[in-house]
């Protein structure tokens, strides 16, 4: 077996420990050799460590041999007949290694691949967790540092004994010590080490990579340009090629030299990387190699390429950043490439006086989520230039913006409706290949825990704006999350089929098991779990930490529970139900004990443990006003009160008294006091965030009332969860609504309303106006030259045609209905072609069938099982059909033109799928001009086609959930309704 790596990653110390392993020993009792090679070993060296092996073999004194076969032949004499490990340490060519092979097993440590057959392993650089945990610190404070370090083991361990010193006799804090030492490493480079560090290592940072580099010859040079790349980029062969001017065999053969030297890795077959530590070193080995190597890249890169901001800066260009920054077809490669942060980067290098690169930081901040994977780049181009609407003083700076989307596309007529108020302060995408349903702050109000699926478990770290997801156990949704108040550990709620079977949808009542898992927060490992009976997946039991940071309350279908992790013991009933039903809310004040809410028949229970740990009975309030299935029970910090959240009331209850201090008779969720307990907030009507303050105990014990401080509009919500955290500073609320994001709000005044939520559109035959419908059957007439002047109310709707609100009852009206369909059934739909005399009915998991008038069906798409309809439409014409369908949820997606034929159709006339991107979760409209159809679907995506073919135009995503959609009667202009209003588009040709 070869331990293969870097110098100083560790294989020494990781073969040295195996050593020591008793079981290793045990395996081995022929003894566990030692010998080191090092670099170009002399035959007088080879010979004279095999004499060595020998003579320890044999308790004699080493003898004297003529050559390398001759010791060779006395240490394999000398082995006995039971099994030995022999230990190759620093070896540099299998030839050397050769010399030892025999009946011993080998272990072998290299920086070369290859130099033994057989298992090889690779020893790369240390995780966050390991760096933090050798340098014996705070991982939060310590990561800038580890990561400077390039997570190599040998420099961590001369900072560690550097952190030691500065700490221990010197005086400084963590913060203070890290800072000092990652300025000077900025300064010197990380070779300084062998000048500050007094740690007792085999070879210093210098000598560690001077013997790497020595071998080289002439691939020396080509090594050191690999370092004037941005760090960690992958360098494509082909960019390598004009580099070093060779052909592609030669590019590759002196590339597998650097990789099988553990000098740079090959990620994938097409590029290079280069190691961090030895980039740090080569740059300051050779700074004017950097800047002559970024002149030549310059001279060949298009302004879209990625890194061209890095060239310039290197080669010192930075005269041509303000023009680039501003470039459209560089903002839209940027973000379809690297993302939103990559390009923030970029613009935190102009001029600070630079008011445009200022701005578009701050999109970025609010609104980076929208800019996220999935999107090209002239779909980024078209959602960027959308969004700078609303700040016409940055559009005005961008340049080259049609060449931007050379393809045409939808082009934003209107400011968009869905931007985000004031009080907004950062959007993070946490959640990206799902969504999130719960969020906690630790403690010191640094990190972020987030919770869902895709990935189930994210730590954002709000200084850095990083996030980490965690490999935690969970196969399905994590529901809950919430961090001890040392902040050492987090308990997790959530996947459902880890001790129970897979949920049945249609069991009506279906046996519901939650897992509660309790993790090391440095680490995510998980120290213990239990299993608790919860009502649905979308309801988990309530969890709440004790004091302690040891105890764990839960409030579930049976009961209230407590649970000691790591004790080895089960979770002890406190009190128990006397009948199934919603779940208990739970909450543990430091001082005052633990509160549990249940209801149980016509009653609500809440019951007071003053010190649960110790036992006894608690004392129980019984009362029809406390009834109803809890939606949030919080004790007031620094206080006696409690907030209890019913479905269509929320209650200031004083849980000692047993009296209802203060009713507010709304449907809220969520309330969460501020952590000095001066204010509640809420979660009202869907999109609201309600702050009120309250006055203390004692006024509210006399009769006094929280008063409404502020009203802030965060946007509309249609999922199943939503959760909200405030920082323990109380300047900042985390907010996480069913989505991929967590949003960062400042409670502070706000006067913003919400729009009014949109669910239908049509047009007027002459196009010149717009009529949009509502959730309630209301209709507004809109002038679409100015979707800001008053709407006027009609009532249907002004317009020929169906009213589309009615839908529900067209499957009735065409006698499509089966009987064991219900009357809110999502699964199936009918669309009717002009004039009605023609209509489609789609059900889920069978063909789509085209109706006439005179009783004529025709089946298309026969055998188009497994598959869910997410929406159809004809074209004006009524001559043709396009239809969307998912398999699964939705994972891949077709969208389909179909002709209206008598015949029935096996293939479709022309089809669009997608395997991967962008991720279309739910379809809620599907429309069609005589030239172009368009998809409306979650996640905020509005997607464009042009029926030739079935050719996707662009897609752009917006901020908020549209559902609607409608082109005016030329096909021109497409008009979008949704939960944030109306957004208007030009349908533009391509050039």
């Given at each position: 077996?070869?331990?293969r790596?870097?110098?100083g990653?560790?294989?020494?110390?990781?073969?040295?420990?195996?050593?020591?392993?008793?079981?290793?020993?045990?395996?081995?009792?022929?003894?566990?050799?030692?010998?080191?090679l090092?670099?170009?070993?002399?035959?007088?060296?080879?010979?004279?460590?095999?004499a060595?092996?020998?003579?320890?073999?044999?308790?004699?004194?080493?003898?004297?041999y003529a050559?390398?076969?001759?010791?060779?032949a006395?240490?394999?004499?000398?082995l006995s007949?039971?099994?030995a490990?022999?230990?190759?340490?620093?070896?540099?060519?299998?030839?050397?290694?050769?010399?030892?092979?025999?009946?011993?097993?080998?272990?072998?440590?290299?920086r070369?691949s290859?130099?033994?057959?057989?298992?090889e392993?690779?020893?790369?650089?240390?995780?966050?967790?390991?760096?933090?945990?050798?340098?014996?610190?705070?991982?939060?404070?310590?990561?800038?540092?580890?990561?400077?370090?390039?997570?190599?083991?040998?420099?961590?361990?001369?900072?560690?004994?550097?952190?030691?010193?500065?700490?221990?006799?010197?005086?400084?804090?963590?913060?203070?010590?890290?800072?000092?030492?990652?300025n000077?490493?900025?300064?010197?480079?990380?070779?300084?080490?062998?000048e500050?560090?007094?740690?007792?290592?085999?070879?210093?940072?210098?000598?560690?990579?001077?013997?790497?580099l020595?071998?080289?010859?002439?691939?020396?040079?080509r090594?050191?340009?690999?370092?004037?790349?941005?760090?960690?980029?992958?360098?494509?062969?082909?960019?390598?090629?004009?580099?070093?001017?060779?052909?592609?065999?030669?590019?590759?053969?002196?590339?597998?030299?650097?990789?099988s030297?553990?000098?740079?890795?090959?990620?994938?077959?097409?590029?290079?990387r280069?190691?961090?530590?030895?980039?740090?070193?080569?740059?300051?080995?050779?700074?004017e190699?950097?800047?002559?190597?970024s002149?030549?890249?310059?001279?060949?890169?298009?302004?879209?390429?990625?890194?061209?901001?890095?060239h310039?800066?290197?080669?010192?260009r930075?005269?041509?950043?303000?023009?680039?920054?501003?470039?459209?077809?560089y903002?839209?490669?940027?973000l379809?490439?690297?993302?939103?942060?990559a390009?923030?980067?970029?613009?935190?290098?102009?001029?600070?006086?630079?008011?445009?690169?200022?701005?578009?930081?701050?999109?970025l901040?609010?609104?980076?989520?929208?800019?996220?994977?999935?999107?090209?780049?002239?779909?980024?181009?078209?959602?960027?230039?959308?969004?700078?609407?609303?700040?016409p003083?940055?559009?005005?700076?961008?340049?080259?913006?049609?060449?931007?989307?050379?393809?045409?596309?939808?082009?934003?007529?209107?400011?968009?409706?869905?931007?985000?108020?004031?009080?907004?302060?950062?959007?993070?995408?946490?959640?990206?290949?799902?969504?999130?349903?719960?969020?906690?702050?630790d403690?010191?109000?640094?990190?972020?825990?987030?919770v869902?699926?895709?990935?189930?478990?994210?730590?954002?770290?709000?200084?850095?704006w990083?996030?980490?997801?965690?490999?935690?156990?969970?196969?399905?949704?994590?529901?809950?999350v919430?961090?001890?108040?040392?902040?050492?550990k987090?308990?997790?709620?959530?996947?459902t089929?880890?001790?129970?079977?897979v949920f049945?949808?249609?069991?009506?009542?279906?046996?519901?098991?939650?897992?509660?898992s309790?993790?090391?927060?440095?680490?995510?490992?998980?120290?213990?779990?239990a299993?608790?009976?919860?009502?649905?997946?979308?309801?988990?039991?309530?969890?709440?930490?004790?004091?302690d940071?040891?105890?764990?309350?839960?409030?579930?279908?049976?009961?209230?529970?407590?649970?000691?992790?790591?004790s080895?013991?089960?979770?002890?009933?406190?009190?128990?139900?006397?009948?199934?039903?919603?779940?208990?809310d739970v909450d543990?004040?430091?001082?005052?004990?633990l509160?549990?809410?249940?209801?149980?028949?016509?009653?609500?229970?809440?019951?007071h443990?003053?010190?649960?740990?110790?036992?006894g009975?608690?004392?129980?309030?019984?009362?029809?006003d406390?009834?109803?299935?809890?939606?949030?029970?919080?004790?007031?910090?620094?206080?006696?009160?409690?907030?209890?959240a019913?479905?269509?009331?929320?209650?200031?209850?004083?849980?000692?008294a047993?009296?209802?201090?203060?009713?507010?008779?709304?449907?809220?969720?969520?309330?969460?006091?501020?952590?000095?307990?001066?204010r509640?907030?809420?979660?009202?009507?869907?999109?609201?965030?309600?702050?009120?303050?309250?006055?203390?105990?004692?006024?509210?014990?006399?009769?006094?009332?929280?008063?409404?401080?502020?009203?802030i509009?965060?946007?509309s919500?249609?999922?199943?969860?939503?959760?909200?955290?405030?920082?323990?500073?109380?300047?900042?609320?985390?907010?996480?609504?069913?989505?991929?994001v967590?949003?960062?709000?400042?409670p502070?005044?706000?006067?913003?309303?919400?729009?009014?939520?949109l669910r239908?559109?049509?047009?007027?035959?002459?196009?010149?106006?717009?009529?949009?419908?509502?959730s309630?059957?209301r209709w507004?007439?809109?002038?679409?030259?100015?979707?800001?002047?008053?709407?006027?109310?009609?009532?249907?709707?002004?317009?020929?045609?169906?009213?589309?609100?009615?839908?529900?009852?067209?499957?009735?009206?065409?006698?499509?209905?089966?009987?064991?369909?219900?009357?809110?059934?999502?699964?199936?739909f009918?669309?009717?072609?002009?004039?009605?005399?023609?209509?489609?009915?789609?059900?889920?998991?069978?063909?789509l069938?085209?109706?006439?008038?005179?009783?004529?069906?025709?089946?298309?798409?026969?055998?188009?099982?497994?598959?869910?309809?997410?929406?159809?439409?004809?074209?004006?014409?009524?001559?043709?059909?396009?239809?969307?369908?998912?398999?699964?949820?939705?994972?891949?997606?077709?969208?389909?033109?179909?002709?209206?034929?008598?015949?029935?159709?096996?293939?479709?006339?022309?089809?669009?799928?997608?395997?991967?991107?962008?991720?279309?979760?739910?379809?809620?409209?599907?429309?069609?001009?005589e030239?172009?159809?368009?998809?409306?679907?979650?996640?905020?995506?509005?997607?464009?086609?042009?029926l030739?073919?079935?050719?996707?135009?662009?897609?752009?995503?917006?901020?908020?959930?549209?559902?609607?959609?409608?082109?005016?009667?030329?096909?021109?202009?497409?008009?979008?309704?949704?939960?944030?209003?109306?957004?208007?588009f030009?349908?533009?040709?391509?050039?």
């Amino acid at each position: 077996m070869a331990l293969r790596g870097a110098g100083g990653f560790g294989k020494t110390t990781l073969a040295c420990w195996v050593c020591r392993m008793p079981e290793v020993r045990e395996a081995f009792p022929g003894g566990v050799l030692w010998v080191e090679l090092g670099q170009n070993p002399s035959l007088q060296k080879v010979a004279t460590s095999l004499a060595g092996l020998a003579a320890v073999l044999t308790g004699e004194s080493p003898g004297t041999y003529a050559d390398v076969p001759s010791a060779a032949a006395a240490f394999r004499n000398a082995l006995s007949d039971k099994p030995a490990l022999l230990v190759v340490d620093d070896a540099w060519s299998s030839a050397d290694v050769a010399h030892f092979s025999g009946p011993s097993t080998l272990l072998v440590t290299s920086r070369r691949s290859g130099v033994l057959e057989g298992t090889e392993i690779a020893v790369d650089a240390m995780s966050d967790a390991e760096g933090a945990a050798l340098l014996e610190g705070d991982p939060g404070v310590l990561r800038p540092l580890v990561d400077r370090a390039g997570h190599w083991p040998l420099a961590l361990v001369m900072l560690s004994g550097l952190l030691r010193s500065l700490g221990e006799r010197h005086g400084m804090t963590s913060e203070e010590a890290v800072a000092s030492l990652m300025n000077e490493l900025d300064r010197y480079g990380i070779a300084t080490l062998d000048e500050l560090s007094d740690a007792d290592v085999l070879r210093g940072i210098s000598r560690t990579l001077d013997l790497s580099l020595d071998e080289l010859g002439d691939s020396r040079d080509r090594l050191v340009s690999l370092a004037a790349f941005p760090q960690g980029q992958v360098v494509q062969y082909e960019t390598l090629r004009r580099l070093w001017d060779m052909s592609d065999l030669r590019v590759r053969a002196v590339a597998d030299r650097f990789v099988s030297r553990s000098l740079a890795s090959a990620p994938g077959p097409d590029g290079l990387r280069l190691h961090d530590v030895t980039r740090e070193a080569l740059r300051h080995m050779a700074p004017e190699v950097m800047r002559d190597v970024s002149m030549r890249l310059l001279e060949g890169m298009r302004p879209a390429d990625d890194g061209r901001v890095f060239h310039l800066c290197q080669a010192g260009r930075m005269d041509e950043l303000p023009a680039l920054l501003r470039d459209m077809r560089y903002i839209s490669a940027r973000l379809a490439g690297a993302g939103p942060l990559a390009l923030a980067s970029d613009l935190a290098l102009a001029r600070t006086e630079d008011a445009f690169a200022e701005g578009l930081t701050k999109l970025l901040r609010l609104e980076g989520h929208i800019f996220v994977a999935g999107l090209s780049e002239t779909d980024m181009a078209l959602t960027l230039e959308s969004r700078l609407l609303n700040r016409p003083g940055l559009l005005e700076e961008v340049h080259h913006v049609t060449e931007a989307r050379p393809d045409g596309g939808l082009i934003a007529l209107h400011p968009m409706p869905d931007v985000d108020g004031s009080a907004l302060e950062r959007s993070v995408v946490v959640h990206p290949d799902g969504a999130s349903q719960d969020v906690d702050w630790d403690p010191r109000g640094r990190l972020l825990a987030t919770v869902g699926y895709g990935p189930p478990v994210q730590i954002v770290d709000t200084g850095s704006w990083e996030s980490t997801a965690w490999p935690v156990p969970y196969s399905a949704v994590v529901n809950g999350v919430r961090w001890s108040p040392d902040g050492a550990k987090l308990a997790l709620l959530g996947d459902t089929s880890r001790f129970s079977p897979v949920f049945d949808y249609y069991d009506e009542h279906p046996p519901q098991l939650h897992a509660l898992s309790v993790h090391d927060a440095a680490t995510g490992v998980e120290i213990d779990v239990a299993a608790f009976r919860g009502a649905a997946i979308s309801f988990p039991p309530g969890i709440s930490w004790g004091a302690d940071s040891e105890h764990l309350a839960i409030g579930g279908m049976e009961g209230v529970f407590l649970w000691r992790s790591g004790s080895g013991t089960g979770p002890l009933c406190l009190a128990r139900k006397d009948r199934l039903g919603s779940d208990t809310d739970v909450d543990w004040h430091p001082e005052l004990g633990l509160l549990g809410h249940a209801t149980e028949g016509d009653v609500g229970i809440l019951r007071h443990w003053a010190d649960p740990i110790a036992g006894g009975e608690p004392r129980v309030w019984t009362d029809r006003d406390l009834r109803g299935a809890g939606r949030g029970l919080w004790w007031r910090p620094r206080g006696g009160v409690a907030v209890l959240a019913l479905p269509r009331s929320t209650l200031l209850v004083d849980p000692v008294a047993q009296r209802v201090l203060w009713r507010l008779d709304h449907r809220v969720s969520l309330p969460r006091w501020s952590p000095d307990g001066g204010r509640l907030a809420f979660l009202r009507s869907g999109r609201l965030l309600e702050l009120w303050d309250v006055p203390g105990d004692g006024e509210l014990e006399a009769g006094a009332s929280p008063r409404a401080a502020a009203e802030i509009d965060i946007g509309s919500h249609q999922g199943t969860r939503q959760s909200l955290a405030w920082r323990p500073d109380g300047a900042r609320v985390a907010i996480v609504r069913d989505s991929a994001v967590v949003k960062l709000w400042r409670p502070e005044q706000s006067t913003e309303r919400p729009t009014r939520e949109l669910r239908h559109v049509m047009w007027s035959p002459d196009g010149g106006t717009l009529a949009v419908g509502g959730s309630r059957e209301r209709w507004f007439a809109l002038d679409p030259l100015d979707l800001d002047a008053a709407a006027v109310e009609c009532a249907p709707h002004p317009f020929s045609g169906r009213d589309p609100a009615g839908k529900r009852s067209w499957l009735d009206e065409v006698g499509a209905r089966r009987e064991w369909e219900s009357g809110h059934e999502p699964r199936t739909f009918v669309e009717f072609a002009p004039g009605e005399q023609a209509w489609i009915v789609a059900r889920w998991f069978e063909p789509l069938s085209l109706c006439r008038r005179n009783g004529a069906e025709t089946v298309l798409v026969p055998g188009y099982d497994g598959r869910r309809w997410g929406g159809a439409s004809f074209t004006p014409s009524g001559d043709r059909v396009v239809a969307v369908s998912g398999y699964g949820p939705f994972e891949k997606t077709d969208f389909t033109l179909w002709p209206v034929t008598e015949a029935a159709q096996g293939e479709p006339a022309a089809r669009w799928t997608t395997l991967v991107e962008p991720d279309v979760r739910h379809v809620w409209r599907v429309t069609a001009s005589e030239t172009h159809a368009v998809i409306v679907a979650n996640p905020g995506l509005i997607g464009l086609f042009e029926l030739d073919g079935m050719r996707n135009v662009c897609w752009i995503r917006t901020n908020a959930t549209a559902r609607d959609a409608a082109f005016d009667p030329e096909g021109r202009r497409l008009a979008v309704v949704g939960d944030a209003g109306v957004y208007l588009f030009e349908v533009t040709p391509a050039g």
